[in-house]
C-alpha cells in the first residue's frame, strides 16, 4: 500500500482502540491471549519494585500496561505507536502532555515480557522502536529462561543478566534488582 492509499491514524483513532499499537502507519492489535499468569506476574513485580524507588526519588511516573506512546507522527498521520508492559517517564516530562492522550514521544525506560507464542522478530523490532525513537533503556524479560536482556540506546548488543545476577539502571541511581526478584510467585 502506498503513503497515498493509507488511512491516516489519528491520536482520536489510537484513543477509540484499547489494545492497538501503530507499526508502519497501520493499526495493528496487540495479542492479549498470550498475556498468562507468569507474563503479569512479571510486569507487576517489576512495577512493586520500580515505582516505589522512583516516588521516593522524586524520579518521574512508573507505569503498567496501557500507556501509548507515539513514537513517530507525519503529514500522513501516525507511523509509529507502542504499547510496553511497563514504561517510565522521567518527572520533568510528565506535566507536558495531554493527560487524556497517548504520551507523543519515546518513554525513558521500557520493559517488554516476553510471552508464548510471540516470536523474537516481534519482540525486537518493538525494542528497536523504543530505542529509536529515544527510548535510553529497554528490558525484553524472557520469564521461561529467566533472563533479563537490557538494551541501552548507546550500546550495540544488549547485556544478558540471568536468575543469580542483579541489575543496575541509570535511570534508578542507587537501586540494585535481583533478577529472581521479577520472577517471585506470591506466597
Known amino acids: 500500500m502506498t503513503d497515498q492509499a493509507k488511512m491516516k491514524i489519528t491520536l482520536d483513532d489510537l484513543m477509540t482502540e484499547d489494545w492497538v499499537e501503530v507499526i508502519n502507519g497501520e493499526l495493528v492489535e496487540i495479542d492479549t491471549n498470550m498475556m498468562g499468569f507468569t507474563h503479569t506476574l512479571v510486569i507487576h513485580n517489576s512495577y512493586d519494585i520500580l515505582k516505589p524507588f522512583a516516588q521516593r526519588q522524586n524520579l518521574g511516573y512508573v507505569h503498567g500496561d496501557g500507556l501509548k ?12 505507536a507502542r504499547t510496553p508492559d511497563l514504561g517510565f517517564i522521567r518527572k520533568a516530562r510528565v506535566p507536558n502532555f495531554d493527560h487524556e492522550q497517548p504520551f507523543q514521544g519515546a518513554p525513558d525506560f521500557a520493559i517488554e515480557v516476553a510471552s508464548p507464542g510471540q516470536t523474537s522478530g516481534v519482540l525486537l523490532d518493538k525494542v528497536a522502536d523504543f530505542l529509536n525513537f529515544g527510548t535510553e533503556e529497554v528490558w525484553l524479560i524472557y520469564p521461561m529462561r529467566r533472563e533479563v536482556y ?28 535481583k533478577v529472581a526478584d521479577l520472577f517471585a510467585v506470591p506466597e
Not at 540506546?153 to 540471568?162: I, K, L, N, S
Open 69 to 80: 506512546y507515539v513514537l513517530h507522527i507525519d503529514e500522513i498521520g501516525i507511523q509509529t
Open 150 to 177: 537490557r538494551y541501552l540506546r548507546t550500546e550495540v548488543a544488549p547485556d544478558v543478566f540471568h536468575d543469580t545476577d542483579e541489575i543496575v539502571s541509570t535511570l534508578f541511581p542507587g537501586l540494585v534488582i
